[in-house]
């Protein structure tokens, strides 16, 4: 089956301490995405990848970072710079064209 | 000016009425709309695309599209208690792959 995974489906970790979370794709997309979703908000970009070794900041990169190493894996890591770092974490892929984005099941990131 | 706005809600409709869903956007070049729907603590899941002006049909979804008041909208028929949750709208920007997502209207249909 294609699709997107995300693991681990829940995570937990202690305040000052860096975390990355997995995104893996076998639907050959090029273009990879994270979001954040907090409470009753909307998606926010945090970063996205068109293709291999390039990506770009979104809206609240600030606390995060990425690589694209493989066309497949696309990890966030949350640094001990994110000040609020509790929340829904979603991966997507899309491919080139005026088509829709896939969404892996996402990550709940606690930090206490 | 936010790319995509939606009403936040909630719309409550009882069982079996129509749920009518809007969203504007910002970018007259964009091309390509999407309707997501997300239960609470799941991921969005795509239920309507449109490309066109006009009106596209599939089952009790209906998506409407109007480029030149740039303004989509979800119609659910018959609406059920299994449509209650956030619906969210999407654009795809007319350059590179950058998706614009409203804020999403949550939906709340009543047996």
């Known amino acids: 089956d294609g699709g997107i995974t995300q693991s681990p489906k829940y995570l937990f970790r202690k305040e000052g301490q860096n975390v990355t979370l997995s995104c893996e794709q076998n639907?050959?997309?090029?273009?990879m995405y994270w979001y954040r979703q907090d409470p009753g908000q909307g998606l926010r970009l945090i970063y996205y990848s068109q293709i291999v070794n390039d990506f770009q900041k979104g809206d609240i990169a600030e606390g995060y970072s990425v690589s694209r190493e493989k066309k497949e894996s696309f990890p966030l890591t949350v640094t001990s710079a994110q000040k609020n770092p509790t929340a829904f974490y979603l991966c997507a892929s899309s491919i080139e064209g005026p088509y829709e984005q896939y969404f892996g099941p996402g990550t709940r990131l606690t930090v206490t | 000016q936010k790319e995509v706005e939606q009403n936040s809600g909630p719309l409550s409709v009882p069982e079996g009425a129509i749920a009518s869903l809007n969203c504007t956007y910002s970018d007259r070049g964009s091309q390509s709309f999407f309707w997501y729907r997300q239960y609470s603590g799941k991921s969005p899941e795509l239920i309507m695309f449109i490309y066109s002006n006009g009106d596209k049909e599939d089952g009790r979804f209906t998506a409407q599209l109007n480029k030149a008041s740039q303004y989509v909208s979800l119609l659910i028929r018959d609406s059920q208690p299994s449509d209650s949750a956030t619906y969210l709208c999407a654009v795809r920007g007319n350059t590179g792959n950058q998706f614009y997502f409203g804020t999403g209207t949550s939906l709340t249909v009543i047996p």
């Open positions: 639907l050959n997309h090029d273009a």
